[in-house]
C-alpha cells in the first residue's frame, strides 16, 4: 500500500507526477482511497417497457431497425428503432451520424446504453452507446464502471475518469486481503452490518451491482468517523488517565465571600449546573478539558470568574484568553469592578501593554504573585510563563485552533485545567467531530428578565421607515448599531463598502443632532478602542461597523440592530450579531437589511431568525444549509476532513460510529485486547492520516 504510485503498471515518472501534484496521489494506497464519484451500470440488460420518466443510464439489449436519416442541415439526424420482446425505443443522433450509419446494421442485434429522455410522452435515447452483440466483450460487465473526478491536466495525459479507473482495476487485481486487512474489530461489524475491509475497497471501486457499492459505501463511512471518534477518544481518555497533580480541594474564601456578598445577581439554574459540573472536574484528580456553550447573554463571564476564584482559593493561577483586544479590556473592566472588595490581584496582558508593564506582570505571573491574568493572544507567547497555572480559560474558542489550547496546556509544571467557552452553539454532530477530545457543559438559559428580541426581515424600499425607527429609539435615549457585511477577498472593497455606508448613514443622521462612531479594519487598536468608548460611554448614539463587534462588547443601552446587506452573512453570524442588542431592560429590535430583489432561499434562511432565538436551532439549521466547511473555524481544524462521510447528511452513521468507538473504550481504554490490535497498530501506523497526532 505504500508503494510509490510510479511503480504501478501503467504510470511511469510523467503520469506519477501528474497524480501526485494534480490529485495528491503519491502510493498505491493513496489510489486506492480515491473514489469514483459516479458508476456506469452495464451489468445488466434491461426492458424497454421499464423505462419511466426518473430512468437514469440504462442497458437495453434488441434488433435495431428503420436506421434513417432526416430533417436537413442543422435540423439533421439519424434515427433508427430499438425493439425487444417488452417494446420500442426510438433511437437518435445529432452528431457523428456519418459514422454511425456505417455501423449500424439494419435487423442487427445490439446492446445499447444511455439515458433515455420523453419526446412526446415517448421514450427516446440520444447519443447512446451501442455494440453488436456479434462483436466480442459486447456482453453485461460483470461489475459496474467508476468514473473518477480528473482535471484538465490529466486528461491531456491520458488520464480520464474512466482510465483512471483502469489504474485501480489493476492495483485491486494485485492486492489480496492479507494485504488490506480487517481494522474495525469484528463484534462491530457484525453489529452494524458492514462487509470486511478488502471487500469494501473493492466494492467501492468495481461493485457488482448498486447494493453492494451502497454497503462499501456505508462502511467507509463507517470507518471514517470511527477511527475519528476513536482517536479523541484515546486523547479524551488517555488525559483523563495521565493527568494529575491539580486538585482543587475545597471552595474557600475568595468564592465564598464573592458568592455570598458581591454577587449583584442570582445564578440562574444552568450557571449552577455548570459551576457544579467544573468543580467536580477540578476536584476529580484528573485536568479537565470542558467545553462550555452558551448562547450570547447568557452569562459565561460569571461561570468564567467564579472558576478562577476557586483555582485562586486553592493556591492557584488562572488565566483568561479573550480573541481581541476590546473583548480583553471589557472583561478587565468588569471583572475589577465584581473583585473590588475582595483581596485578589487581576491584570491585564494584550499586545499593546507597554513594555515596563509588560515587565512586571510576566515577572508576577513567573513568580506566583498575580492570581488572574486576562489577555489575548499574548497570553500564549513563550515569555509568558507562570508559577503554578491551574486554570485556563479561552473565551469564544471559534477563534483559536485546537492547536493554540495546546499551547496553554505547556504553560508550567502543572498541567492546568481548560475551560473553553463558545457563544457560538455548536450542534451536536459537529461538537462530536470537532471537539469531540472535549467534555462539554451547556448554558440553555438565559438570565431571568430579558425580553427576547423582536426581529424583522425589511427590504431596501423600507430603508426610510427604517431609519425613521432608529431616530424614535435614539429620541427615547437608547442607541443603535449599523453593520455592513466583511468582504472576505478584499480589504479594499470593504473600506469603500463601508465607507459609502457610513457616508449614507451621515446623511440620515446629521451632526450635530446625532453622532456616529465608526470602527473598521484598517484602524489599530487604540483607534478602534476609543471610537467603541465613545459608544460604550453614549457620546455617540449610532455605532457603524463591520464585523469587528462581532463578539464582547457590551452596550445594554444599545437597542436596535441594523443589518445591512444581511443575506451576505452565515446564519449563526447574524445570531451573534443580534447577540449584541436585548443586553438592558428594555425591548430591543433586529431589523434584516436586504436588497428589494431576494432570492427564495435567502429569504427561507433569513426567515429562520425572524421565527427562533434559539442559538442551537439556528446552528443546526446552518450546518445543514451550508455544510460543515464553511461554519466559521472548523475548515482549519482537520477533523472534518472526512473523505465520503457527511457529519449532516450521514448523522445517523456518525452516531452509530460514535456508539461504537464508546462501546471499545469502555471495555479496553487503552486498546489491550488481542482483538482490538489491527485497530490499534493502523491508528499508530504512518497510513492512518491523523490530524490529532501533534497534540496527542
Ligand atoms: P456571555 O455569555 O455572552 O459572555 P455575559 O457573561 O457577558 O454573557 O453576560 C451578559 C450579561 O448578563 C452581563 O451583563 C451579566 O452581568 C449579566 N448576567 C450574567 N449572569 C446573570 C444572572 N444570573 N442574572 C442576571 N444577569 C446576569
Ligand atoms: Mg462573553
Known amino acids: 500500500m505504500s508503494n510509490p504510485i510510479e511503480y504501478l503498471k501503467g504510470v511511469g515518472p510523467l503520469r506519477a507526477d501528474m497524480l501526485k501534484k494534480e490529485l495528491g496521489i503519491h502510493t498505491f494506497g493513496d489510489l486506492l482511497d480515491f473514489y469514483p464519484y459516479r458508476y456506469v451500470d452495464k451489468t445488466r440488460i434491461?426492458?424497454?417497457?421499464?423505462?419511466?420518466?426518473?430512468?437514469?443510464?440504462?442497458?437495453?439489449?434488441?434488433?435495431v431497425t428503420k436506421?434513417?436519416?432526416?430533417?436537413?442541415?442543422?435540423?439533421?439526424?439519424?434515427?433508427?428503432?430499438?425493439?425487444?420482446?417488452t417494446g420500442q425505443l426510438e433511437l437518435a443522433w445529432f452528431q457523428g451520424i456519418h459514422w454511425v450509419q456505417k455501423t449500424l446494421v439494419p435487423g442487427g442485434r445490439y446492446l445499447v446504453y444511455g439515458r433515455p429522455s420523453f419526446f412526446m410522452g415517448r421514450p427516446q435515447m440520444t447519443h447512446p452507446e451501442i455494440d453488436s452483440l456479434q462483436s466480442e466483450g459486447a456482453e453485461p460487465r460483470e461489475f459496474m464502471e467508476p468514473v473518477y473526478p480528473s482535471t484538465e491536466k490529466l486528461k491531456a495525459r491520458g488520464l480520464n475518469g474512466r482510465q483512471i479507473?483502469?489504474?485501480?482495476?489493476?492495483?485491486?487485481?494485485?492486492?489480496?486481503?492479507?494485504?488490506?486487512?480487517?481494522?474495525?474489530p469484528l463484534p462491530i461489524r457484525l453489529k452494524c452490518?458492514?462487509?470486511?475491509?478488502?471487500?469494501?475497497?473493492?466494492?467501492?471501486?468495481f461493485p457488482k451491482d448498486q447494493e453492494a457499492c451502497d454497503a462499501a459505501v456505508r462502511r467507509m463511512k463507517f470507518e471514517e468517523f470511527f477511527l475519528a471518534q476513536v482517536r479523541m477518544g484515546l486523547i479524551r481518555s488517555g488525559r483523563h488517565r495521565s493527568s494529575k497533580g491539580v486538585i482543587f480541594t475545597r471552595v474557600g474564601a475568595l468564592f465564598n465571600a464573592f458568592y455570598a456578598e458581591h454577587l449583584p445577581f442570582q445564578l440562574t439554574g444552568a450557571q449552577k449546573r455548570v459551576l457544579k459540573e467544573i468543580r467536580q472536574d477540578t476536584a476529580s484528580g484528573r485536568q479537565m478539558n470542558r467545553l462550555l456553550q452558551g448562547d450570547v447573554g447568557s452569562g459565561k463571564t460569571m461561570v468564567a470568574l467564579m472558576s478562577m476564584l476557586l483555582a485562586a482559593d486553592n493556591g492557584f493561577q488562572s488565566c483568561l484568553m479573550a480573541p481581541t483586544e476590546i473583548h480583553a479590556r471589557q472583561h478587565i473592566q468588569k471583572i475589577t469592578t465584581l473583585l473590588k472588595e475582595l483581596p485578589v490581584k487581576v491584570d491585564i496582558l494584550t499586545g499593546s501593554t507597554r513594555a515596563k508593564e509588560r515587565k512586571s506582570i510576566l515577572a508576577a505571573a513567573a513568580d506566583g504573585s498575580l492570581p488572574l491574568l486576562i489577555g489575548t493572544h499574548a497570553l500564549i507567547e513563550d515569555a509568558v510563563q507562570f508559577s503554578n497555572l491551574g486554570m485556563v480559560i479561552v473565551d469564544e474558542q471559534h477563534r483559536f485552533g485546537v492547536a493554540q489550547r495546546a499551547r496553554l496546556w505547556e504553560k508550567g509544571q502543572t498541567t492546568p485545567h481548560v475551560l473553553v467557552m463558545t457563544a457560538?452553539?455548536?450542534?451536536?454532530?459537529?461538537?462530536?467531530?470537532?471537539?469531540?477530545?472535549?467534555?462539554?457543559?451547556?448554558?440553555?438559559?438565559?438570565?431571568?428578565?430579558?425580553?427576547?428580541?423582536?426581529?424583522?426581515?425589511?427590504?431596501?424600499?423600507?430603508?426610510?421607515?427604517?431609519?425613521?425607527?432608529?431616530k424614535q429609539e435614539i429620541k427615547a435615549g437608547r442607541q443603535a448599531y449599523i453593520i455592513f457585511p466583511l468582504i472576505e477577498e478584499s480589504e479594499k472593497l470593504n473600506y469603500e463598502n463601508l465607507m459609502k455606508g457610513y457616508e449614507n448613514v451621515k446623511a440620515w443622521f446629521p451632526e450635530p443632532q446625532y453622532w456616529i462612531?465608526?470602527?473598521?479594519?484598517?484602524?489599530?487598536?487604540?483607534?478602534?478602542?476609543?471610537n467603541m468608548q465613545?459608544?460604550?460611554?453614549?457620546?455617540?448614539?449610532?455605532?457603524?461597523?463591520?464585523?469587528?463587534?462581532?463578539?464582547?462588547?457590551?452596550?445594554?443601552?444599545?437597542?436596535?440592530?441594523?443589518?445591512?446587506?444581511?443575506?451576505?452573512?452565515?446564519?449563526?453570524?447574524?445570531?451573534?450579531?443580534?447577540?449584541?442588542?436585548?443586553?438592558?431592560?428594555?425591548?430591543?429590535f433586529c431589523i434584516l437589511l436586504t436588497g428589494n430583489k431576494v432570492s427564495r432561499e435567502a429569504k427561507e434562511r433569513l426567515g429562520i431568525l425572524v421565527q427562533t432565538n434559539?442559538?442551537?436551532?439556528?446552528?443546526?439549521?446552518?450546518?445543514?444549509?451550508?455544510?460543515?466547511?464553511?461554519?466559521?473555524?472548523?475548515?482549519?481544524?482537520?477533523?472534518?476532513?472526512?473523505?465520503?462521510?457527511n457529519i449532516v447528511s450521514d448523522r445517523l452513521l456518525l452516531e452509530e460510529a460514535r456508539q461504537a468507538s464508546d462501546t471499545i473504550l469502555d471495555q479496553d481504554p487503552e486498546l489491550l485486547e488481542p482483538d482490538n490490535q489491527p485497530l490499534k497498530k493502523y491508528l499508530q501506523s504512518g497510513t492512518a492520516r491523523n490530524p490529532w497526532s501533534k497534540i496527542s
Open 614 to 645: 434559539d442559538g442551537f436551532r439556528i446552528a443546526e439549521k446552518d450546518l445543514e444549509l451550508r455544510g460543515p466547511g464553511d461554519i466559521e473555524g472548523t475548515r482549519q481544524s482537520g477533523a472534518l476532513n472526512f473523505r465520503l462521510a
Open 517 to 530: 462612531s465608526m470602527v473598521h479594519g484598517r484602524m489599530n487598536a487604540q483607534q478602534k478602542d476609543a
Open 165 to 184: 479507473g483502469k489504474l485501480t482495476f489493476h492495483l485491486m487485481s494485485l492486492l489480496g486481503e492479507s494485504e488490506i486487512p480487517e481494522i474495525l
Open 534 to 588: 465613545r459608544f460604550v460611554r453614549g457620546d455617540t448614539q449610532i455605532m457603524v461597523s463591520t464585523t469587528v463587534i462581532e463578539v464582547g462588547v457590551n452596550v445594554p443601552n444599545a437597542t436596535v440592530m441594523v443589518i445591512e446587506s444581511a443575506e451576505k452573512f452565515g446564519l449563526s453570524q447574524l445570531h451573534q450579531l443580534r447577540g449584541r442588542v436585548g443586553r438592558g431592560t428594555e425591548k430591543s
Open 46 to 63: 434491461r426492458n424497454i417497457a421499464e423505462i419511466n420518466p426518473r430512468t437514469e443510464f440504462i442497458l437495453l439489449s434488441g434488433v
Open 67 to 85: 436506421v434513417e436519416t432526416v430533417g436537413e442541415k442543422r435540423g439533421k439526424r439519424l434515427t433508427a428503432l430499438l425493439s425487444d420482446r
Open 193 to 205: 452490518g458492514l462487509p470486511g475491509r478488502w471487500e469494501a475497497y473493492r466494492n467501492i471501486h
Open 424 to 470: 457560538t452553539p455548536i450542534p451536536r454532530t459537529l461538537a462530536m467531530t470537532a471537539y469531540g477530545d472535549l467534555d462539554t457543559s451547556i448554558i440553555d438559559e438565559l438570565p431571568p428578565g430579558r425580553q427576547p428580541i423582536v426581529t424583522v426581515h425589511r427590504l431596501e424600499d423600507s430603508r426610510p421607515q427604517v431609519m425613521e425607527f432608529i
